[in-house]
């Protein structure tokens, strides 16, 4: 067992699980990072552009095996945090929002909130609600 904090973009973590993991001011602006992607005024470049940050977008938020803490301002938070947020109100499942600051909330994502039914204890064989969740973006 080593001790630790690894430092990682969401591109580094493919294929990697940790116990805890943390998203870090995930604003609207940063991520997804559509800007970077020089879609411009193309519609077709912006959907691939989109298709993209929702597929690393969700292979990040299924590394962690039992906490997930996303951290967003309240200005403007991002398109990902939006939608877990709907999808888990549309279903009376619940997250921990709480306000770290005027500027900045915490959302912890709790794993048995993230699966069908409620039952698996890892966050990366999710059962259906990440699947749903990335599907309606």
Known sequence: NKIGVTLSTFHGLKGLE????FMIYMDNSIFPNLDAAGYAEDLDEY???????T???YVAMTRPR??????????RPSVFVKRLQEYQSERNKSTVNEVVDDKLRLMDVLP?????GG???SVSKSSGFLDNVFKQI
């Not at 039992?66 to 200005?75: A, C, F, G, K, V």
């Not at 048995?112 to 069908?116: A, E, F, G, H, M």
């Open 55 to 57: 597929r690393l977008c």
């Open 112 to 116: 048995n909130t993230l699966v069908s």
């Open 66 to 75: 039992n906490e997930l803490r996303i951290y967003y301002p309240t200005s």
């Open 47 to 53: 959907d691939k552009a989109m298709e993209s940050e």
């Open 18 to 21: 940790y116990d805890k993991m």
């Open 119 to 121: 039952t698996s204890p």
